[in-house]
């Protein structure tokens, strides 16, 4: 019997920077900016607990592998630690610290009763059958233990994991509690199948969540979607998601970039097209109404809206000057760092921030784990209907605190979150 580390190779465009060190950076902004109360600002600044797990898995042909899992909760002082599961190669230790800690400023920015958490393995889900990757899963919930629970800390999808993940990592929990209690831990984990009790809308909910966004900026500027044109990096669930909704407005998705290349057509790419593409080939490359470019062609295209949907640490000091944009709407977390946050405000290009842009993921799993508590279902247009008027309630928000503070949307955003936080601190106070 042999024994041998998960494969950790690189992709394309991933992380090299700390990138809790960004989030550290537009923290200490906001908080100076707004003068948040020294005591609340230390607490806010550490994570609560980080959990890493080392973790053996029989694979296909008999031999076990050792697997890295972490899983970071940040602060529950608004309610239970909320936050995905991500496969990767490159998820770190400091990578899931900062997804925690974003995940804290969406529950405040949103008015929901969650705090923050995230989680992962380090390693890549496409170079294992799905038999491995069950097991994976599944040693990964064990591993984890009483670290998660519906009532303390509820996992969900995000990068490479799925509603089938989710009823993976669900079927795991309640086995390992008593019988007369299963049925009363469906919510566990949210994101699942809707036969499992998952939410309808809960598949295209982030990027649901982006586009009613969009629809907010563009009645701020008189803005038309039909006939703008966009970009999108990423088409996984967001990408493809927010592409497929923005098609019905009557705008033009002229390019997309993903881990197999970039891809343009000047005409317009049918976003229902490119997913069937997607799901067949593993990604864009290759998609026979497309010519293939460079990734800095990409980033050059001139377009209404960049949508970027994949990895963090996209738009920096090299890459920001190359857009030819007016509107930057953040799918993925963290796409923007520090230096290219700069950049953008002087160039005059818009921003909705990842914490209120990509916010509807986290709204609607929300929705999915009051369903199950209340042993509920709702309609998708009750569901539609509740996220945008929460979407709109916190763009609302950030919109008047950037005014009010005179500053850009990213600091306002936290500013907003950030300001929930210290009143629920100062009313709560602190034990003993």
């Known amino acids: 019997m042999t024994i041998r580390a998960s494969s950790t190779k690189g992709i394309e465009g991933a992380p090299q920077a700390s990138l809790y060190g960004s989030v550290a950076r537009q923290f200490d902004k906001a908080a100076d900016l707004m003068g948040l109360d020294d005591s609340i600002r230390n607490t806010l600044s550490m994570t609560s607990n980080e959990i890493i797990v080392h973790f053996p898995v029989r694979m296909d042909d008999g031999h076990i592998e050792m697997f ?61 059958s799905q038999r491995e990757v069950e097991r994976i899963t599944r040693r990964f919930t064990f591993a984890l233990g009483n670290n998660i629970g519906p009532e303390y800390d509820i996992p969900a999808p995000d990068v490479n994991t799925n509603a089938q993940i989710m009823a993976w990592v669900l079927d795991t929990y309640v086995s390992t509690m008593p019988p007369h209690e ?21 598949d295209k909910a982030t990027g649901q969540g982006v586009v009613f966004n969009i629809l907010e900026w563009a009645k701020d500027n008189d803005f038309s979607l039909n006939g703008a044109t966009y970009i999108v990096q990423g088409f996984g669930n967001v990408g493809s998601w927010t592409s497929r909704l923005l098609r019905r407005f009557g705008a033009k998705l002229l390019a997309v970039e993903d881990v197999t290349g970039a891809i343009v057509n000047p005409d317009g790419i049918e976003p229902g097209e490119l997913v069937s593409h997607v799901a067949g080939a593993g990604g864009v490359r290759g998609f026979d109404t497309a010519e293939p470019i460079s990734r800095e062609d990409f980033l050059a295209i001139k377009a209404d809206i960049f949508i970027p949907a994949a990895l963090e640490n996209q738009i920096t000091a090299e890459t920001a000057p190359r857009l030819n944009v007016r509107l930057v709407a953040e799918g993925a977390n963290g796409p923007t760092d520090p230096d290219g946050d700069v950049l953008l405000k002087e160039r005059d290009i818009d921003l909705i921030p990842d914490i209120l842009c990509n916010s509807g ?13 209340r042993s509920e279902f709702w309609e998708l247009d009750e569901v539609d209907k509740k996220l945008s008027r929460r979407i709109s309630s916190a763009y609302a928000k950030v919109r008047e605190a950037a005014a009010s503070h005179d500053t850009d949307w990213r600091t306002a955003a936290y500013i907003v979150a950030l300001t929930r936080l210290e009143k629920v601190y100062n009313e709560r106070g602190l034990f003993p």
């Open 361 to 373: 993921g986290v709204i609607v799993s929300y929705y999915e784990w009051l369903q199950n508590k």
């Open 182 to 202: 299963r049925q009363a831990c469906t919510h566990v984990v949210t994101g699942k199948p809707v036969e499992l009790g998952g939410s309808l809308g809960r």
């Open 68 to 128: 890295t899992g972490y899983r970071v909760q940040h602060n529950d002082v608004l309610g239970p630690y909320k936050g995905g599961l991500r496969y990767h190669p490159q998820v770190s230790i400091d990578e899931v610290r900062a997804l925690a800690t974003w995940m804290t400023w969406k529950g405040a920015i949103t008015d929901i009763p969650f705090g923050g958490a995230k989680g992962g393995i380090q390693f890549d889900p496409a170079n294992y």
